[in-house]
Nanobody, 124 residues
Framework: QVQLVESGGGLVQAGGSLRLSCAAS????????MGWFRQAPGKEREFVAA????????LYADSVKGRFAISRDNAKNTGYLQMNSLNPEDTAVYHC?????????????????WGQGTQVTVSS
């Protein structure tokens, strides 16, 4: 079993930045692909970014490419999502998740472990 706890969300003005963290406990964090997803009110859960077990490969949604950066520190069992140039369309609850696959995937179905999420609100 793995427990995930996100932090770092908050209220920010358009154009601002936030850094989300995802702290993992339980089984070995480095054994999993890590992803970030977001869900806005009335919308389906949306893939944001994913990073390989070693951190050497990343995958981004087109909507955040060039603005967001995913990273991880396996020694600290923690993952991160640096979010820059935020706009109101980025407002959502952001969740981190872990997947046991060898490959990066956008599909939330394959992610076995999820955090409760952290709210990000971007004002115009």
């Amino acid at each position: 079993q793995v427990q995930l706890v996100e932090s770092g969300g908050g209220l920010v003005q358009a154009g601002g930045s936030l850094r989300l963290s995802c702290a993992a406990s339980g089984r070995t964090f480095s054994s999993y692909v890590m992803g970030w997803f977001r869900q806005a009110p009335g919308k389906e859960r949306e893939f944001v970014a994913a990073i390989s077990r070693s951190g050497g490969s990343t995958l981004y949604a087109d909507s955040v490419k060039g603005r967001f950066a995913i990273s991880r520190d396996n020694a600290k069992n923690t993952g991160y999502l640096q979010m820059n140039s935020l706009n109101p369309e980025d407002t959502a609850v952001y969740h981190c998740a872990l997947h046991s696959s060898l490959y990066l995937t956008r599909n939330p179905t394959g992610y076995a472990y999820w955090g409760q999420g952290t709210q990000v609100t971007v004002s115009s």
